[in-house]
């Protein structure tokens, strides 16, 4: 069964730092582009950040400069390292993988992606 299983989500203070994990079973996450999406209450569901098979990397103006996406095909999980993190980037935050004949390519839109995980909650407050 393949799935996806965020973690590391939880309360921070602004300006600190936390560090989210995607972990995949029951595939090989190195053949996989990945995406972090997510979802503040009320709003719709974006794109920050994806990473492709080779590495190549993208990030959404919110969280450029501030998070930085990363895989570890040997742990099957790929990481977003979130710095300075401000109370408005409070939500849940949800990866997605699609399987891709583009090595170099990521993807910046939930409708390219077929499997999700569950969501991590992330709430930044004092």
């Known amino acids: 069964q393949l799935q996806l299983v965020e973690s590391g989500g939880g309360l921070v203070q602004p300006g600190g730092p936390l560090r989210l994990s995607c972990a995949a079973s029951?595939?090989?996450?190195?053949?996989?582009?990945i995406g972090w999406f997510r979802q503040a209450p009320g709003k719709e569901r974006e794109a920050i950040s994806c990473?492709?098979?080779?590495?190549?990397?993208g990030y959404s103006d919110s969280v450029k400069g501030r998070f930085t996406i990363s895989r570890d095909n040997a742990k099957n999980t790929v990481y977003l390292q979130m710095n300075t993190v401000k109370p408005e980037d409070t939500a849940v935050y949800y990866c997605?993988?699609?399987?891709?004949?583009?090595?170099?390519?990521?993807?910046?839109?939930?409708?390219?992606?077929?499997?999700w995980g569950q969501g991590t909650q992330v709430t930044v407050s004092s």
């Open positions: 997605a993988a699609r399987g891709s004949t583009f090595r170099s390519m990521c993807f910046m839109s939930e409708n390219e992606y077929t499997y």
């Open positions: 029951g595939f090989t996450l190195g053949y996989y582009a």
């Open positions: 990473i492709s098979i080779l590495g190549s990397t």
